[in-house]
T-cell receptor, first 114, second 111 residues
């Protein structure tokens, strides 16, 4: 069964460093998302991406964040200068066009900023 | 903010049916009810969705009241592996609207 994959599973970085989180969505999907979940809190939407551009973003997704689909298969989330409060699980999700609009999530990347 | 209300936690005996309620009294005509679950810190997993008719798949059944203001997710024979947080989400059936997660219901299946 097709699935969304994410790498790395765990990333430790120092405050102020740049990180790139990678996702490989399901191959025929067209909508892509990033969500995050701070430990013990709700899953929060960050950004959605369709047709090579951002469709929608939340207040969390400020200028420190960016997304791109560099090669038609990977979908990346970059945080330019990490802060302690960026420590969280980051989930990528993808969604098909002709299916029932359900989103399929990857296993997540645990980002720890020290 | 989430447009749904769910109990914080529930227990269910292994092998019995788990019935998870959800209130969505402000649901709009173009919004579907989606259910996801999250096992420990894994990515949320899609379970089922519906508009107004009852739905069933290999994982669960979804019962939506006639006025669409509430629904119940039914896991017919709960197993220990069904222990998870279950989220009820209302969402327009179109395009790439993001999911808005609430706190969900923590279901504990007990042996």
């Amino acid at each position: 069964e097709p699935e969304v994959t994410q790498t790395p599973s765990h990333q430790v970085t120092q405050m102020g460093q740049e990180v790139i989180l990678r996702c490989v969505p399901i191959s025929n999907h067209l909508y892509f998302y990033w969500y995050r979940q701070i430990l013990g809190q709700k899953v929060e939407f960050l950004v959605s991406f369709y047709n090579n551009e951002i469709s929608e973003k939340s207040e969390i997704f400020d200028d420190q964040f960016s997304v791109e689909r560099p090669d038609g298969s990977n979908f990346t989330l970059k945080i330019r200068s990490t802060k302690l409060e960026d420590s969280a699980m980051y989930f990528c999700a993808s969604q098909g066009l002709l299916t029932s609009y359900e989103q399929y999530f990857g296993p997540g990347t645990r980002l720890t900023v020290t | 903010d989430a447009k749904t209300t769910q109990p914080t936690s529930m227990d269910c005996a292994e092998g019995r049916a788990a019935n998870l309620p959800c209130n969505h009294s402000t649901i709009s005509g173009n919004e579907y009810v989606y259910w996801y679950r999250q096992i420990h810190s894994q990515g949320p997993q899609y379970i089922i969705h519906g508009l107004k008719n009852n739905e069933t798949n290999e994982m669960a059944s979804l019962i939506i009241t006639e006025d669409r203001k509430s629904s119940t997710l039914i896991l017919p024979h709960a197993t220990l592996r069904d222990t998870a947080v279950y989220y009820c989400i209302v969402r327009p059936y179109s395009g790439n609207t993001p999911l808005v997660f609430g706190k969900g219901t923590r279901l504990s299946v007990i042996a």
